[in-house]
């Protein structure tokens, strides 16, 4: 917008990101399209890269709903500039199913097969965090469930499906890739 | 977001650099947290011209251990802090503060050094900008404190005057509990200050030009026991109504040396040295833990809603000695 | 358990499952129109003031500004019950109302410019106390409402609307009475029920007299319904977007389709207005205020003589559906409470509070969690076990009552007590009970405390709804009922209906999109009415579809259409299954049936739920821990068994229960504004604090449509909040009679500050 402040160095600059195993350059600056030193991830992956699936809910890091996996890691995708980002591997709720066959990640079955969300709103950020808590950990207790989660807003109460979903999914026999 | 420059840092001495010519204008960022809910909202009337990725710094965010005591990067990041064997092995009251903030989302990449110089809680202070315009108050330079005479449950019982907002920092406490020093460094060099120095009713000790390197933690002595216990209304997410840290270390059967640090009661980590006074050389008896925890609020003066602090500092103070 | 049925009270996977846990699910904000403006809103910083002038020069001429608007620029369309609540006007009357609005490319822009805007106010005195209100008789916030409260006149559409509970002689009950008390109780701490996807509306106008609008909706049709008196009679389109949580918010809150429709009338361009959450904590629905001074009269054996009194409510500075919440909760109260004399009466006032709105309870929740606080006192006096009174005073079949509309329904359902007896068991009450205001048990500073608490909605069979559904040659099924999915699983539940009647697999049955422009007549997923009101149009529906089939097949088959079966499509004789021929070859490949439904509005069947709690009070740090949460309801006939135990789980959740332990929005009165509108400081509950969880759901079958059933999951929110009240005065001995219990109160109550 006209208000930004140009940056000459900043405008030439190209950032890397893998999202979901595809490679993304993009550019810097304040030309439309390119990515703004303010832009947060949130913004990038569901305005600029047309991933809408990553929710933005309060868009203060105090709800989760936003919640990515980037570097192995679950991040809060609205408390994050995509300009640091640069060389990030970063799976969004898309990311989750095979890609070839379409077939439901086990956690993303569990959650189905549960019932383990009513509005939905909040699912996709659920299942980041609970994805980075299965490659960390491929049997958690209930306890370490609910711990993993305890950022996670959820109004219509699925909590306690969401509960069951995962132990389901970590129980059952399964690869949880 | 209002729109902002972008640097990334490559060293300390680049990051002082970029301070220094922007005097006062550029804002550090390593978790972005706390800082990027700032800007958001636009609670502050400041708005930074420049944000510095400090995260691009080598180095700054390592564990090291040595007979001497720890050392802390200031990027180390919290979620390390929780799982470092030497910190859960001889500094457990570090982990334990780390494990207790926020939500594992944040403490994967909030770090300490962000942890220690965040911005207060204080719901007059954070008041968005949009719904009607900012609080102005004592912090942001203009208008008096709306807290005094308005809902002031979760502010200071300890001190105020001119702010009665609290230090929300977990670490802090923890760390000032362990009787550790930041370090800093500026355009002007480099010093350390005590954790519980760093923090005065109006915010930190940090100029324009500085910024949080590391912080040295002192080994405790051997056979000390240490405590961290934070209450909260919900099990995550909240910031501490009140915490403590205590670090105490047994001669035979009595107190050879303790320190007892409240949180989220004053404008930093409270060291209740009336607390201390009254343990130093004493069995750990319930005569002795009651005295100890009455003292520990000694001089506490509540405002109109938040006396209950006082209660939950006693018991909490108890509850620490009594593990 | 075999119920015969296919689908009917079987788990399967609802119908957007797939898209909800890809990510592919369409919320408000994944949706984009070509050449769409970004609306914002310039935001109050007094809670009253009037508006003595507004520069918006700069602001126009800041590149990327599409519109600047102020009241003066726009028509003064108003909405609300009754109609009062302005888009823009020359005061305003809550810190974070509309001053002005601006349309722009980005957010961003939009934003920008909102600091470009200056506006000079001259404050007025602004009051929050619902009695202060009333005493009010110079400036008040409404100039047409003096004294702030609203006239006692019903709405068109509700001519004879319940406002005053009278029932027999209430002088004569209390001369009866064994026991009287009198008190006063509030439920004043104006929750936000907050659903995680924040209120938005894309408008764009078709035609100057067509506007089009998409929102995430809880009951899209009444977005058209009450849309279309609000913009000057023009014509609406309404479609939903999926909707990310509603709890009652998302039915009729028009105040962001007011500022994106003035903004695509200015711009000639469809206009996005959707709310941060910073505006969804300060500028949309909370729940009502409420505050009961009553006096109770109560029999020693438990039997309530006489209630009477003033129920007090606060809207804030707007009243959405205010007059038809007091309906509602008045209808609901005698539900719980039978009482042979009444004379109880509503009283609807506006204050300079943030504006309440529909939540999920609609004036029952209100009203009980004022009123069964007093009632409790009066049950302790009486020595009654609260299960046994409301064994005793809960609504049984051939009792009668006044509903909203004014008349009196008697009661033809099921009896609940079966219910309570089950939950009881469930929960250990007898064990636990020991007596008004004695603890279940005391374990070092820790004191247990078990509470109760009951709602009871006639709305099941509220108001009117219309279906069609469609048979294709191929064997598929579509129904047209104007239903969108907020969360409660009602449009696949609704395919599942006319699955089973049709006996069709589930997969071949859809419904149509939420779009006003397709569909029927529908009033929406308001109260608990979607499994028997529009549950009953959908199956008539299907039934009216299956029957028009099989007679044009009879022919086919030389027989009576009683005769024919159809199953999976394909129709045969009853006892030749054998010889089976497909729906093509029976309505040909160029044809398709209709069948028609609809359902006229019945008070006669009610829910009922009762919720019993056990909770842990630290009396050393006052803070009080919900430990257990057992729920009993009888829900006829269960639809789909994962949804319902999740939404009876949703008591905590959207201004629930955990309003009576830490949810609340917190008001600086000095300056009017709003303190916790975050979601750090607004408290709600984590997955880390999960209590131990019952639901107890009985299935006695319910003279309600061909599935025996009635909707229950809206109520589940509503006992709970007396409940932790009644539970903490056992655990500590000492009443605290408001909400939510905080250490401060408790430790007040405990006698060490």
């Known amino acids: ?49 047309g991933l809408t699936g990553t929710k933005i809910s309060c868009d203060q890091g105090s709800c989760g709903a936003c919640t990515v996996i980037m570097n192995g890691k679950s991040i809060l995708s609205c408390m994050t500039l995509t300009i640091e980002c640069d060389g990030a591997r970063i799976i969004t709720i898309e990311g989750l199913a095979d890609p070839a ?34 490659d960390q950990n491929p049997h958690p207790t209930r306890d370490a469930i609910q711990h993993a989660l305890s950022g996670h807003f959820c109004r219509c109460i699925s909590h306690y499906e969401v509960v069951d979903a995962v132990c389901q999914a970590t129980t059952t026999e399964g690869d949880h890739d | ?81 929780v799982d470092s064997e030497v910190i859960r092995d001889a500094y457990p009251i570090l982990a334990e503060a780390a494990a207790s903030v926020a939500m594992p989302q944040i403490r994967n990449v909030g770090t300490i050094g962000g942890n220690l110089a965040q911005e207060t809680r204080c719901w007059y202070f954070r008041y968005p900008h949009s719904i009607g315009g900012r609080i102005m108050c004592k912090r942001k330079g203009e208008a008096a404190c709306l807290a005094v005479k308005g809902d002031n449950r979760y502010h200071a019982i300890f001190g105020g005057k001119k702010c009665f907002a609290v230090c929300p920092s977990d670490m802090a406490v923890a760390l000032a509990a362990l009787d550790a020093e930041i370090q800093i460094s500026g355009a002007k060099g480099q010093r350390s200050v005590a954790v519980t120095g760093f923090y005065h009713p109006l915010g930190n000790v940090l100029e324009t030009d500085e910024m949080i390197t590391g912080i040295k933690v002192p080994r405790p002595a051997p056979n000390n026991r240490q405590v961290f216990i934070k209450h909260r209304v919900r099990d995550a997410i909240d910031f501490a109504t009140v915490s403590v840290g205590l670090v105490v270390s047994m001669d035979a059967k009595t107190v050879a040396d303790v320190r007892v640090v409240l949180g989220a009661v004053a404008s930093g980590p409270y060291r209740a040295t009336d607390a201390e006074a009254a343990l130093v050389g004493r069995k750990l008896d319930p005569a002795v833990i009651e005295k100890a925890a009455e003292a520990s609020v000694a001089g506490a003066v509540p405002l109109s809603g938040n006396a209950y602090k006082v209660d939950i500092t006693k018991t909490l103070v108890r509850q620490a000695l009594q593990i | 358990m075999t119920n015969g049925y296919r689908y009917i009270g079987k788990d399967t996977a609802r119908k957007d499952a797939r898209d909800i846990v890809t990510g592919k699910a369409r919320f408000f904000d994944d949706i984009k129109i070509p050449g769409m403006l970004y609306g914002k809103v310039k935001r109050s910083p007094h809670a009253h003031a009037n508006i003595t002038r507004i520069d918006t020069d700069r602001a126009r001429c800041m590149p990327g500004v599409r519109a600047v608007l102020t009241h003066t620029d726009i028509p003064r369309w108003e909405w ?27 957010p961003d822009i939009a934003e920008a410019a909102l600091d470009l805007i200056n506006v000079e106010y001259e404050p007025l005195p602004a009051v929050y106390d619902v009695e202060a209100a009333m005493q009010i008789d110079t400036s008040p916030i409404y100039a047409q409402f003096a004294h702030n409260t609203y006239p006692d006149e019903p709405p068109s559409f509700e001519p004879e609307m319940l406002g005053h509970i009278r029932i027999g002689d209430v002088q004569k009950g209390f001369d009866e009475a064994d026991f009287t008390i009198e008190d006063t109780c509030g439920y004043e701490i104006f929750p936000n029920p907050l659903p995680p996807e924040p209120p938005g509306f894309i408008a764009t106008w078709e035609t100057p007299d067509c506007l089009t609008v998409y929102t995430p909706s809880q009951s899209i049709a009444q977005v058209r319904l009450i849309g279309i008196p609000f913009i000057g009679m023009a014509d609406i389109r309404a479609i939903s977007t999926q909707c990310g949580g509603s709890y009652g918010t998302k039915n009729a809150n028009l105040t962001p389709m007011g500022y994106a ?48 009194g003033v129920w007090m409510v606060n809207t804030g500075s707007g009243s959405e559906s205010g007059p038809l919440q007091i309906a509602v909760g008045l209808g609901e109260v005698q539900l719980v409470l039978r009482c042979a004399n009444w004379d109880l009466k509503g009283k609807l006032v506006c204050t300079n509070r943030s504006p309440s709105g529909i939540v999920r309870g609609y004036g029952g929740q209100e009203l009980e969690s004022s009123i069964l606080p007093i009632i409790g006192r009066a049950m302790e006096k009486a020595g009654i076990n609260p299960v046994d009174f ?51 048990a005391i374990h070092g500073n820790k004191r247990i405390g078990v509470g109760v608490g009951v709602h009871s909605n006639a709305d099941v069979g509220e108001d009117s709804s219309e279906a069609t559904v469609k048979l294709t040659a191929d064997g598929r099924a579509v129904v047209y009922c104007c239903v969108s999915e907020a969360g409660l699983g009602q449009r696949s539940s609704l395919c599942k209906m006319a699955a089973e009647v049709l006996d069709l697999p589930l997969e071949r049955v859809t419904l149509s999109p939420p779009d006003t422009q397709l569909n029927p007549f529908e009033l929406g997923l308001v109260g608990s009415r979607g499994t028997y009101a529009v549950g009953s149009a959908v199956i008539a529906a299907a039934e009216d579809a299956r029957k028009k089939l099989l007679e044009i097949a009879a022919h086919r088959f030389k027989s009576t259409a009683d005769q024919l079966e159809t199953e999976n499509g394909k129709i045969y004789m009853v006892g030749r299954p054998d010889k089976k021929l497909a729906w093509h070859r029976i309505m040909g490949v ?67 229960l955990d309003t009576a332990l830490f949810e609340e929005t917190v008001l600086d009165e000095t ?31 319910m003279p309600s449509h061909r599935f025996k059933a009635v909707g229950v999951g809206e109520i589940a929110t509503s006992p709970g909040p007396s409940a932790v009240l009644m539970a903490v005065y056992n655990a500590i001995g000492t009443r605290i009679a408001s909400y939510p219990v905080t250490a401060t109160k408790i430790l007040n109550a405990l006698g060490k500050r």
């Open chain 3, 590 to 656: 160029y044809h398709s049936v209709t069948g028609e439904g609809r359902f006229e509005p019945d008070y006669s069947l009610c829910n009922f739920l009762m919720t019993f709690v056990e909770v842990e009070v630290d009396t050393e740090t006052g803070q009080v821990v919900l430990t257990r949460m057992v729920n009993a309801t009888d829900a006829g006939q269960v639809i789909a068994p994962k949804v319902l135990e999740g939404q009876l789980h949703g008591a905590f959740g959207s201004a629930g």
């Open chain 1, 101 to 134: 066959t379409g077939q439901l990640h086990p956690l993303q079955q569990a959650f189905v097969d549960n019932s383990a969300f009513q509005c939905g709103f909040c699912t996709p950020g659920i299942l980041m965090s609970t994805k980075a808590l299965v």
């Open chain 3, 671 to 701: 300056s009017g504004r709003m303190l916790n509108g975050n979601m750090v400081d607004y408290k709600w509950r984590t997955f880390a604090d999960l209590p131990d969880v019952k639901n107890v759901i009985l299935e006695t079958p």
């Open chain 3, 390 to 440: 409301f064994k005793k005073n809960s609504v049984k079949p051939g009792n009668g009552y006044f509903w909203r509309e004014g008349k009196w329904w008697t009661y033809r359902g099921i009896d609940f007590n079966t219910a309570i007896d089950k939950g009881a068991a469930t929960f250990g009450w007898k064990e636990k009970w020991k007596g008004w205001g004695k603890p279940t």
């Open chain 3, 80 to 106: 609300g019950m009754p109609k009062h609540i302005p888009i823009l006007d020359s005061k305003v009357r809550f810190v974070g109302d509309a001053v002005a609005l601006v349309a722009a490319d980005t």
């Open chain 2, 1 to 81: 977001m209002q729109p902002f420059q972008h640097q990334a840092a490559t060293s300390v001495a680049d990051t002082i650099a970029i301070l220094s010519t922007h005097k006062g204008r550029a804002k550090l960022m390593a978790g972005g947290t706390d800082l990027l809910g700032i800007l958001k909202t636009r609670a502050t009337v400041a708005y930074p011209k420049v944000v510095v990725n400090i995260k691009s710094i080598a180095g700054l965010d390592k564990i090291q251990s040595d007979g001497q005591g720890l050392s802390l990067g200031a990027l180390t990041r919290l979620a390390d802090i």
């Open chain 1, 1 to 49: 917008m006209n208000t930004r402040q140009n940056d000459p160095e900043q405008e030439r600059r190209t950032i890397h990101l893998k999202v979901n195993d595809k490679d993304y350059a993009l550019a810097i600056g304040d030309t439309v399209g390119a990515v703004a030193p303010s832009d947060t991830l949130a913004h990038t992956l569901r305005e600029t890269l």
């Open chain 3, 261 to 308: 429709a003035v903004l695509a009338k200015a711009t000639g361009k469809p206009v996005k207005v959707y709310f941060t959450k910073e505006e969804h904590f300060h500028s949309y629905s909370l729940r009502l205020g409420s505050r009961v001074r009553a006096r109770v009269g109560i029999k020693k054996d438990g039997t309530l003589s006489a209630i009477s």
